[in-house]
Each structure stands twice: as C-alpha cells, then as structure tokens.
C-alpha cells in the first residue's frame, strides 16, 4: 500500500529523514519497498502570473503569454483555453524534468517559449488536464512548487495480512511512533453540528447482529456537490485514488487516513417511513431481492448477503458498495453518512460471491477496529463541512447491539525466554508493550497481563505478544546459538529417496544425458497422446493460468517431446535428455490411502523419463552411428548392475500406441505371479512425432522398483579366479526373424546343464552383427565369443573343443541356424 | 692386416698393432648407426677369429716380461672397445626409442572429441547444495504429495478458511478442497502427524503459485526446514540460518531478521543475507540495501505443534524455508526464471 509521509507526519513528530523513517518500518516489519519523491518534478516550477496574453500570430488555438514570476518576466506560448490575465497558475522553467516531458526553451512558429504553463496533468499531482493549473491555494507568486503541500515523499509498504490497523495512513503513524520513537500527534477534529437531531431524520436498525456489530448514522443538509480542492485531489490522486467529488473523495480520503470504509447516501433518495423520517435496516437480502450497484452491476442477491436496506428494499451491499439508486449525485444536498463495522466472513463471502473484491470489501474482510469509526465518522463531517459547505446535524445515532469489551492477554516471563533464549527485565517488556498501545493491568512475579486495544485484533495468544516484544527488542540483540542437543528425525530408510534419487541422476548425467525439468502442467492435447494404460482422465486444474498448462501430466514424455521439438526448432537434432519428476493420476477407489484427506488426492510417482536421439558417438574420427535401441538397454543394465537390481526382462507385449510396434519393449521385473511391468523403452511411434526426423528412442518407467533395489541390495565378494581362461568364437548365420536373446539363453542353459568336468562357462558375448555380401537374403550373421574358466585348474584345449563342438551340435538341432563358413 | 709376418714379432710392433687396433675400433664404431652392426663390429674385433685372438697367439714368443705388458695392454684394449660399444650401443638404443616415440606423437592442440556429456539441472545443483549444507547440520530429509489437501496446506498450518493470508498465496486448485501445494510446509505437518520429537527434517520439492513474470514461476522449488524439540528458541534459529548462510554464501556472511508474517509461525521474520556480490556495501542487485531477501522463517506457531500428538506446552519448534530458483537466481546470474524451465539444451550445458 501506498502512503504519504506528509499525511503521515500529521500524526507524529519526528526529525528522521524519510530513508530513516522507512529503514525502522522495515525493521519493524514494514517492509518499505520503494520510496518515491515528486520533488524533482517540481524543482523548476513556480507560481506566476500571468500579465499579459494575445493570440499567437500563425497559430489559431495558440496564445502568447507574459508572466511574472515575481522577480522576472518571461513569454511563453501556451494552447491552454481561457487563459486569464491576472491569473496565477504554475510555471515551469526550461530545465525542468516534468513526469510526461522535459521542459526546454523552444521555438513554437516563430515565437519562442521560454519554458511552459502547466496544468495539473502536466505536473503529475492529478489527473486534470483541461486548462492551466490554478495555483492560488499554492501561495504568492515566485513559490517554488517545491516549497507547497504537492511536494510529498511516498513509500511503498507491504502491510502483512495480520496488521489491518496498518492499513491507513493514522494506523502506519502508530507503528512509526513506536518504531521511530516518534512523539504521537492528534490533529484535531473539530466541527459544528447544527441542522436538527439526526434522529428526527433517519432510524437506524441492526436486524443482524452477527454480521453488523456497530453502526454510527450521521446526517448533513446543504451539501454542495464540487471539485474537491487541489490538496485532496492531489492526495489521492497520488496514492492511486481518482478523484470523482468533494463527498466521494472525502469518504476515500478518510478511509485511506483513518482505514475506516464510509458510505453516503442521498438521503432524499431513500424511501420515507413514518412522516419526514427515512429508516434503514442492516438485514441479510430476502432470497432474489435484486440491487442495481453503483458500477451500474445489477446483482441478485442471496440470503446470505448483508445489506442495508430502507423500506422499499435493499439499497446497498453493506461493506462492498452502495447502491445506484441512493447514490449522491451533483444534484444531492441532503446525505445520511455511513460509517459501521461489517462482519469479515459476511462481507467476504459477498463480495466473492459478487466478484466485488473492493477496496471497501477488502478492509473489512482483513478486519476493521470496532473502536476508531466514531472517529473516522467525526472527521468526515469535519470535512463535508469545511469543502462541501455542509450543516452537520446535531448529534450521532450509533448502535452497538453487543456489549464491546477489551481482551485481554497474560504473558509469561519464561515463556519469553524460552522463545528469545535470553531473558528481559518485566519493566523492558512492559515498556515495549505499552509503545505500541497494550496497556499493563496487573503483573505478578511469573506474568504480566495485559490489555490489548481494539484495532490489534491480530493479538491473542501470549505468542502474539512474544513476537512484537522481540520486534521491538530487535532481532539483531537475539544472540546466536547452534543447537546442541536432539536427534535427528527417525527416516524410515537408512539412506532416503532423496539420496537414491540423486545418485540416480548423478549416474544418468554421468553416462551423457542433461537433466531437464519441466512444469508439472501440460496442454490437454500433449497428454493425451501419453496417457498411461488405466488412467481414463488426467487431474485437470480449476483455475490454470492458461489453456497449455490447464492438466497435470501424467507422463514425463509429453514434457521431452515438447522439448524436443523446441530443440529442433532451434537446428539441435542430436539430444540426450532425461527427467525424474512426479506424473500424477486420479486415485482409483482401490488405491490405498494413508489418511481421510489422502483419499481426496491424486495418486503421485516419481517417474524416469528419458530421451534419446541422433549421433549416438559424437566428434572426429570416431565411426558414424545413430542412436538406438541397445543404447537404452545399454543404460537399463548399467542402472540395474549399480544399483543391484535384478536384470530386466524385455518383452514386445503390452506396448502403449504412442510406441514403435516392432521397436520398443516393455520392461518386467520380478517372477512368477510377483512379475510387473515397470515401464516402456523404445522407438517413439513415427506417428506421435509432428515430423519425419530421425528415430527418438525413449524410455518411460518407474523409479520406486530401482531404489527399493538399492535399498534390499547385498553385494558379496566372488573370489578371483587366478587360472587362465580360453575364449572361443562361434559365427552363425540366421533368419533375420531368429531373435539372438534365446540363442544365447539356449548356450547358456546348455552349458549349465551338461557336465563339462568343472569348466564354467563365464561370460558370453555377442560380439558382432553383420547383414551384407556373403550372407544370404533375409539373413544375418552373428558372432559370439565364448569365454570358459576352471575355477580349480588350466583348462586343456581338447577338453573345452569337445564340450564346445557339442555345444555347436545341440545349436544346429535346436535352431534354424547354420555355422559361417 | 699386417700380421704375416708373425714369426718377426716384437714388442715394438706388438704395441704399434694394439694402437691401431684402437683406433680402427673407435672409428669404425662411431660409424655404426645399426645396433645390430654394432655387435658385428664387437666380434671382429673381439671375437674369436679377430685380430686380437691373432695377437695373443703371438704372446708365447716373447720375452717373459714383455709378455706380461702386452698381455695387460691386450686387456686394457678389450676393456676399451667393450666399453666404447656398450656407450655407442646406449646411444643407439637410446635413438631407438625416442625414434619410436616420436612416431607416437600426438598434435594436443587438436580440440577434445565432442563426446555426449550429462549435466545436472542447475536448480538440482543449487538444492543439491543447500541440503547438503542441511544434512550435514543434522537435518533428514522429509517428503510428501505435491497435489495437497487443503487440510494440510492452509487448514492444520493456521490458515483458516478465508482468511486473508491465503490470499498472500495464490493458489491453484483441482477441487476446492484439493488444490497443488503453495509451499512445502505442508510435510511438516505430515511428519509432526506420525513422528515423536525431537523432529529435524528438510522437505525439498516442487510448489506452484499463481504467479508468472521475470521473477516468479508458477511451478517453483522451495527446500524448508523444521526443527521441533523442548527449548529451542530464536536464538537457535539465528544459530542455524547463520551457519547455513555462511557455507552456503561463504563465510562472513551476515544474516539480518526481520518481522514479517507467515501463519503458521509466530513470531515470523524475513531473513536477510548480505549481499553477495557487494558483500553489504550497497550495489544493483541488492537495489543498494546491502541485504538480499532469501528465506522465511519463524518458531512454530503452537496452532501448528498441536499436529503432534501428545506435544507438551514446553515444546517449541523453528522452521524456515526458502525458494531454490531465487538461490540459484543470484548464485548462477540468471535474470529470467523462465530459462529454468525451458530447458536449452544450451542453457544447460553452462552448469
């Protein structure tokens, strides 16, 4: 919110610069987040008047002006209409920096202008721009703009929901006066009533006691609607408000000094009940009772809305805005003035309801003080009177159907300690309270008590109290200590999801892939291609902040692709990506949850997605190989291997549609009836990519299996094997459509089952696959090497050629294959 | 050769032979430039068909004493050319290899081979950083949905149904009770529902605000921290945020507290750091004040330790928070939060 330090200063002293002022607020928890000055707009402009003035000879809607600014005279050229001679108005000189231009000495079709006239628009303090500032309230020609009331300091402050009182320029005093050690200044409110009774007027009725706890009625005759004077334009102008008339802008101006939202009513507007007398009621609306607001909205209301009401019907939403029917206009002269304390919940909900969130509304939701709207009430009939030429009626209606009282709150002293880690003397911590208006009401040798003023509603609990006292102390004075004692949280896991997570990652940018993360909302149209098998619909948001990021993603792969294509737009085709983040589904009914409220949410899983396309070796002089599919199973195994997780197995059943149907595999875990498909791996469906670009190999799987590995994982030594081993190679050629996994399963097995004295086979390798001349149609070579060891002695080169010819011959039985020649 | 006459020997000659001897030797060896020839030249004159073996069959046909001196000379000559074709031999060697590894030689100017290299995500980096800092501290880590209910994200951490301090939290919803996390302090309340103090926990993880410029990202990370046990006060708090801004910022680092306002705290306070860059003297981007704005923190509000069952009124609890992407902001010199998200590769690769 923005305030006026020369509003401010009038309720203190202080010889604090305003950088000191706002360094304190900002101590004190009034964040002051940017000060402003219209002083250097002003610097070059001042009051003058205007002596002389004639038609500017090649211009029709131009004049040539002679003004005196006192000491000197000067010609400029001005296009303001009805320029006065003896008028004052503003001057400003060449050199000044006005806020829309900066003033120069010019020449305008052959005169020259030394310098301009202003208006107020010109000088950024309103926003009128019609004619030519009229300075007379700015003091005797020769006044330096600087030296008049526009000049003013302004600081931005962030006001935390939980200081409503700091809302206005009075409440943001008191917290200067404390903070500043500032002495308080009261201006003071003095006005003379004298129309008759206001309640010979109006009667005023509280039908609902929850939702209005008190309501002050005023009545003033003769009001001349006008301009309000420049000072008040200025003001609020400066702070945001426009200007509309003298009766709306003194109730703005009131609110923004004092926080207390006031209403008028054209008091001849509202119905007459009983004679001359008009008579309104604070009730809750009858169901679609209807208003036709202020802002010409015709609302319908429910039984749930607050409003004030005359006889005829509802005539405002009491808290959120009046109604258009009683409203003052330029020909009113007799208006009732509101000024009440509106439940918060009563004018939330409305103005919610209504999509009503008004500057009024909004105070009264964060909380208005029951105690200080007698007084906002008096001092704006103080100023109906001094700008609208008002008679104030005599006396106040001002109803309070719940007897009001002080809370009050005790505070422990070692409580404070406890919380500061230091202890402060009772009469320290009474000094701090009292500055900012609780007062003490009794103490004994462990607490105080204390009585808490009306507009601190934000303190209840002896916390409450314990917070401003150190704000006062000054958190600098608290001392530092480390903790000693205490242990840590007991995780359920001796290394956590965090870390596995992270060693995860750190394996999969180690083996060249570049982490991304991207939002967890998508577009419905990039979801929906990925939609895992099961999930009918994906949690969609309520109130996305746009279309492409209105549902959240259930599939980490419309995330890469999106980036993929960004990449491609950008000439980059070669790209190793992966992230592990969280998909999230709608929770069927028989997904377990922990808790009531866990059974309102969404299932959540961390996910690997992975991505992987183009060179699959990069740089000079090294063979040229695209990307594909034993890349990922590649890393699937290194992943397995590090973090002890059994082998993969890799079936072409169960793929999801956005898959190559002949070049991807689903990824099982597990045996027997305990078997789970953990995720996907394989070539993108040409289909799901926009473009024809070369292969995307992805990998799409969940995590919870590899960290629950790492977890359960034991590791035992093997002793080393000290003999030498003997490698045989084998070549055969195959059908292309002969899958070489079961070959080798076979060779395996094999091997197991027959007794080859002790002689283990210990590794297999497929060493090369060769499609090309020598090898027939439709066929493939394949070559394996086959490494064998004794754990207990060298191996014979017969023994191993026996064992493996029959190897060979139980092959060329088994399969369709042949040996290579 | 002029040993024909071998009959006619004397000393004299004898002497003048063995002088040549040397000298063909030693010439004849640094001719050599194979090692293999080297050998060759060894055993003509060395061997057993050599001039020398010629000589010595002489020596019985000399005087006894003269004998014994041509018999040291021969040795003496032996000795040299064996020497002379060990060092020429060493030489030879020596040529050898560093012929062969100048073979080897390689143009290290030549630019490294572009091989596929993985990086972590800086906003990974700078948590990774900041619980490193924690956990070494004793803190564990703690986790929980991202997709709240509003029970644990506003209601159990002292913000009650509209209140106006949700409306400091713009928040997105998939129902209105359920709506994405506006910050990670909801674990706190999972862990205080199922764990006994002392608690000491971090909760890294992704939260989402309504909220999108230059600064503010509506998905964002934040890492918050709990502490809950009997008599720990602002004084620990200050102990701990010191201690995590100084291996975090470097040492040196002043922490500032400011009040401020945060439900489920009380009292709440703003923490500071001195700016890194001007190291508290005032530069643009601490906008002059010396202070740059990092974390949020504050002691438990009680309406938020009621969440553990069977808390004592003496136990007090302090909790901070505060947002990755605005650490790594300042720490890497990103001025576009946005960057983050968007995932250039060549963004990326500068981490």
Known sequence: MKFSLNALSEWFESSLTPANLAERLTQGGFEVEAILSNRAALAHTYVVEVLHCAPHPSADRLQIVTISTGAEQHVVVSGAPDIRVGQLTVWAQPGAVLPAKQVQSIDIRGVTSHGMLCSEHDLGVTNEQGGLCDATPLGRVGTCLVDTFLADTFFEVGVTPNRPDAMCHMGLAREIVALAKARPRRPRVVFQEKAADVGERVAIEIADTQGCRRYIARAASEVKIAMSPLWLRARLFSLGVMPIHNVVDITQWVMLEMGQPLHVFDLEKLAVWQGKQHKLTVRRATIAESLKLLNQQDVTLTAQDLVIADARGAVALAGVMGGQESAVTAATSHILLESAWFESQAVYQTAKRHHLMTDAANRFWRGVDIEAIAGASERACQLLV???????????????????????????????????????????????????????????????????PSYRADLVADVDLIEEVVRLYGYQHIPERLPGKGGAYQSATPVSDFERVGSLRQLLASSGFREVIHYAFIAPEEEAPFRPCGVTEPVTLMNPMSADQ??????????????????????????RL?????????????????????????????????????????????????????????????????????PLRYETTHLPGWLHPYAAASLWQGEGDQQRCVGFAGQLHPQALESSAPPVWVIDCEVQWILEAALHATRRYQPLNRFPSMRRDLALVLGCEQPIGPLMDFMRDYWATHQHEGCVLEDLQLFDVYQGPHVPNGHLSAAFAFTFRHPERTLQEKEVQTSFDALVAALTQNFVVQLRA | MSNQNSENVNFQSVTKQLENLLFQSQKEIELTVQIEDLFN???????????????????PSLEQEERSRVGQLVNQLKQTIEQLVEQKAQVLRDKLIELRLLQSRIDVSRPERQNWRGSLHPLTQVQDRICHVLTRLGFDFADGPQIEHDFYNFE???????????????????????LLRTHTSPVQVRVMNRAKPPIRIICPGAVYRR???????????????????????????????????????????????????????????????????????????????GFLEVLGAGMVHPNVLVNIPGATPRLRGFAFGMGVERIAMLLLGVNDIRLFFENDTRFLEQF
């Open chain 2, 41 to 59: 030249v060894k055993s003509r004159y060395l061997g057993r068909k050599s001039e020398l073996s010629e000589l010595l069959r002489l020596l």
């Open chain 1, 386 to 452: 001094e700008l609208c030429g008002a008679v104030i009626s005599r006396g106040e209606i001002d109803l309070s159907p719940k007897k009001r009282s002080s809370p009050e709150v005790s505070l422990a002293t070692n409580k404070l300690k406890s919380y500061m880690g230091i202890s402060l003397p009772k009469e320290e911590i009474a000094q701090h309270l009292s500055s900012i208006g609780l007062t003490l009401k009794s103490s004994n040798s462990e607490s105080l008590l204390f009585e808490i």
């Open chain 1, 550 to 575: 209105s549902v959240m993603r259930d599939s980490l792969l419309p995330g890469l692709v999106k980036n993929l294509h960004h990449h491609a737009a950008h000439g980059i085709t070669d790209l």
């Open chain 2, 211 to 289: 909220d999108a410029d230059l600064t503010h990202s509506p998905m964002f990370h934040q890492v918050e921290g709990l502490w809950v046990d009997e008599e720990v006060s602002l004084a620990d708090l200050k102990g701990v945020l010191r201690t995590f801004a100084e291996q975090m910022f470097g040492a040196h680092t002043q922490i500032r507290l400011r009040p401020s306002f945060f439900p489920f705290v009380e009292p709440g306070v703003e923490v500071d750091v001195s700016c890194l860059f001007c190291r508290g003297t005032g530069c643009r981007v601490c906008k002059n004040s």
């Open chain 1, 578 to 646: 992966f992230e592990l983040g969280r998909v999230f589904y709608p929770r069927t009914s028989q997904e377990p949850a922990a808790s009531v409220y866990d059974q309102a949410l969404p299932c959540e899983e961390l996910r690997l997605g992975l991505l992987l396309t183009g060179a699959a070796e990069q740089g000079w002089g090294v063979a040229q190989r695209e990307s594909d599919f034993y890349d990922l199973k590649s890393l699937l195994t290194h992943i397995c291997t590090q973090f002890g997780a059994a």
């Open chain 2, 156 to 178: 159990s951490l002292n913000f009650p149904k509209n209140h106006p301090a949700r409306a400091m939290q713009d928040t997105f919803f998939i129902h209105p009770e359920v």
